[in-house]
């Protein structure tokens, strides 16, 4: 396995996606949500300015953020991506939050209403079965965990907590939230999805938040514990490169391999059973954590862990971000080289190719490859985890992906 490349290296791959997004950011549409064009641009405008002292770009995040709230409230509940936290206005409510606690810009704009539109979000989706983060339920109560403690945030969260969990499936064996499936409109009744985007260890690790947020309170305890044992009862049982499927038909448990990404697979089973596992203080469950990131550290093959691009969703550069976190958290070296080999596709994904501005940042069955410049899809993305591997103490960005509490 080879090494990662010098400081130097990755400061000019950096310096290359800032002249890509400048020279672009006039034709890049302004855009909502914590995970779309103007969130990834912004963040990671106003990171590189503090980074390499440059005021050009935090000109061109303060030119981001005006036209990003320069304009009145427009979403319709009845388009969850309107009002999304990956898409919607609560996610640039997230945005707006981080910006203004990282001391970046000073954002003055009521927020008590963006609250009262995520917890009515919130109610009209899980009524709907949508417990979904990126387009749902979940997504929602994300939002309200990163708003400054007070009396009616509290509150809320405690309202949406328990409507959370008497919404999930809860038998004798297991506690899980059933599968959503978008272009129906249906639930996928005793089938539970294991992606990090849109199954139930997002939820996991967003009660562990709750669970911290609300300074350890004991009501959630057992439906933490019950929830990571029903993840962990769908550990596949057959011969295949991955130990967790993309989803498990309760109390069938068919073994299928799933892909290497932040999205689905076990990376993200992972993120969400140490996030639990630390918060119970469970041994058992921190060392299934470790052993599906093991797993997922030895599969150093794009064509297994089908991989084709850089992007943070299902790609180089958001495989190589969450193990070299669990590296930082553990200290094993087998996770820091795996991270090094993600991080070296990630550069060789971003070689410049004909008619594509990003590069082979974002790939997709139906188009191929194609320009994006989002956070968790784009470019900017790729930027934002790259200046974080030569600057860790810059502020903690990745709460929008789950992977801290």
């Known amino acids: 396995m080879v090494g990662c490349s010098s400081t130097r290296d990755i400061i000019s791959q950096v ?4 002249r890509i997004i400048k020279e672009n950011i006039s034709f890049i549409k302004s855009d909502k949500g914590a995970l779309c064009n103007s969130a990834g641009l912004s963040i990671f405008l106003y990171n590189y300015s ?9 000109r061109l995040a303060d030119k981001v953020i ?16 309107t009002v999304s936290f990956c898409s919607g206005v609560i996610g640039s409510g997230w945005l707006m939050t981080y910006l203004s606690d990282s001391g970046y810009c000073e954002i003055e704009q009521d927020m008590v209403e963006l609250d009262c539109i995520a917890e009515l979000f919130f109610i009209k989706t899980i009524e709907a079965g949508n417990y979904d983060f990126l387009h749902g339920a979940s997504g929602a109560l994300r939002y309200l965990l990163g708003r400054p403690k007070d009396e009616l945030t509290i509150h809320a969260i405690i309202r949406m907590t328990r409507k959370l969990l008497d919404a999930a499936c809860n038998t004798d064996e297991f506690l899980f939230w059933p599968s959503y499936e978008f272009k129906t409109k249906s639930i996928k009744s005793g089938v539970i999805n294991l992606g990090l985007s849109h199954g139930t260890p997002s939820i996991l690790a967003i009660l562990s938040a709750v669970y911290e947020y609300l300074d350890q309170n004991e009501f959630l305890v057992d439906y933490i514990r019950k929830c990571a044992y029903t993840i962990l009862s769908c550990k596949n049982r057959g011969d295949t490169f991955s ?15 799933s892909r290497l990404g932040w999205c689905y697979g076990d990376l993200g089973v992972a993120v969400s059973l140490w996030s639990a596992g630390k918060i119970l203080s469970d041994n058992y469950i921190l ?7 093991r797993s997922a550290s030895k599969i150093c093959d794009t064509e297994m862990g089908l991989v084709k691009d850089a992007a943070i969703c299902h790609g180089a550069s958001g495989i190589s971000h969450i193990l070299y976190n669990f590296y930082l958290e553990t200290n094993e070296k087998e996770f820091l080289l795996s991270s090094n080999y993600w991080y070296n596709r990630t550069i ?14 974002n790939w997709n069955s139906t188009f191929g490859y194609n320009n994006r410049f989002g ?4 470019i900017s993305g790729v930027g934002i985890s790259l200046l974080n591997r030569i600057y860790p103490s810059m502020p903690i960005w990745d709460k929008c992906l789950l992977l801290r509490n």
Do not use: H, M
Request: include cysteine.
């Open 287 to 293: 060392n299934e954590a470790i052993l599906a990131i």
């Open 348 to 361: 060789c994904y971003l070689e410049p190719v004909r008619n594509l501005i990003t590069a082979r940042t």
């Open 15 to 18: 310096e290359n996606i800032y």
């Open 375 to 378: 956070l968790l899809e784009g």
């Open 243 to 257: 130990l967790y499927p993309y989803q498990c038909d309760i109390g069938a448990f068919n073994s299928s391999n």
């Open 66 to 81: 005006e036209n990003l709230f320069d304009k009145d409230l427009e979403f319709e509940y009845s388009d969850a991506g």
């Open 50 to 58: 503090q980074i390499f002292s440059n005021c050009e770009s935090k």
